[in-house]
């Protein structure tokens, strides 16, 4: 006896739990018993091929079936990969965010460096035209370096100095890859420098104090000449100053003189004509070693101002390397 078509359609109609094909419609025995019996169900009942009339179901699922299927998975994939993008992107941003932070960090300390920098270089540059304005006549002691003053030294120290703290100054307003490292680049080669020299001068100290002590010699043959006012006035003060005569002895200014004479600034009181007295009215002590054992004597000074300026320079190298790291972290992650 064949079903009434009531009962059919009970059975198609009927939805599953999750809208979905039963579970024995997709897989196991009953789903193969069904494709077989419906095939020949069909040629028994003449329906053109449907699902049978005992079990009453196709033997392949349906479009709504098969959409959910497989748009559900596909969709979820979606989802999923949309949140990883975003936490991605949140990541990304955060360390941006960090980067630029770091930045500003270090951008403003750069800048409050560099402007002291600057601003030693102003001071050092106005005592040396201060010098030249008002000492303009104290020159350097040496024959062979006639510029080589105190006011000249001051001068250009103070206009190198105001050069550098400048191109640091603009680098870290800007963030400037190229300033940052010209300002880098420069400070790392004046340290170097230092850093030879003062090597040098301890490892050759006897070959410089005897070349220091022989063109000294040799200067005091233009003591009072005409053009050299300057080294005249400079002889003058350090005799005077440090209570000294001549670079080893005073019988240095007998060669000078071609006799046995001094300048007045070598008496032990200052007189016209008095270098034209017995040596027993000149100072003895020569000007070379005193001044020497002055120098040994604020040498701790000397030291304490060479590592400050040494600790300076240290630090403005970190911070433009730190800045310009900075800087390309920043490029790199925001870009």
């Known amino acids: 006896m064949r079903r009434s078509s009531t009962d059919e359609s009970t059975y198609r109609r009927s939805p599953s ?14 789903r ?7 095939r020949a169900g069909a040629g028994d009942a003449g329906d053109g091929g449907d699902g049978g009339p005992f079990f ?18 596909k969709g979820n994939k979606y989802v999923v990969f949309y949140l990883d993008l975003s936490f991605i992107f949140l990541l990304e941003l955060k360390r941006c965010s960090m ?10 300390l750069m800048f409050a460096f560099n402007l002291l920098f600057w601003l030693g270089g102003c001071g050092i540059l106005g005592v040396g035209i201060w010098l030249a304005a008002t000492q303009g006549n104290f020159a350097t002691l040496s024959s062979s370096f006639p510029s080589l003053s105190a006011a000249n030294l001051l001068i250009v120290t103070g206009t190198f100095v105001m050069a550098i703290g400048f191109v640091g100054c ?9 300033l940052l490292l010209t300002f880098f680049v420069t400070l790392l080669l004046v ?25 000294l010699k040799k200067g005091l043959h233009l ?33 000078v003189y071609n006799a046995t004479r001094v300048p007045d600034s070598c008496c032990l009181e200052f007189s ?64």
């Open 223 to 255: 003591y009072g000449t005409p053009g050299n006012v300057g080294l005249t006035n400079a002889w003058s003060i350090i005799q005077t100053d440090f209570r000294c005569c001549g670079v080893s002895n005073y019988t240095d200014w007998f060669e």
């Open 170 to 178: 603009i680098g870290a307003i800007k963030e400037n890859k190229c």
């Open 99 to 108: 980067a630029r932070g770091c930045l500003q960090g270090v951008k403003f």
């Open 17 to 30: 739990p999750e809208g979905k094909e039963p579970g024995f419609a997709r897989g196991g025995p009953f």
């Open 272 to 335: 016209e004509g008095c270098g034209l007295h017995a040596p027993g009215t000149w100072w003895k002590a020569p000007c070379y070693e005193t001044v020497k054992m002055w120098l040994q004597e604020n040498l701790l000074a000397v030291g304490i101002f060479g590592l400050c300026t040494a600790l300076v320079q240290i630090l403005g190298l970190t911070f433009a390397m730190t800045m310009y790291c900075q800087v390309v972290k920043a490029d790199t992650y925001c870009a």
């Open 56 to 73: 009453g179901l196709h033997a392949s699922p349906g479009p709504k079936a098969a959409q959910g299927r497989y748009t559900s998975p």
């Open 32 to 38: 193969r018993c069904s494709s077989l019996h419906g």
């Open 191 to 215: 340290l170097l420098l230092e850093a030879t020299v003062t090597t040098l001068f301890f490892a050759c100290t006897d070959q410089i104090d005897r070349y220091a002590q022989r063109d």
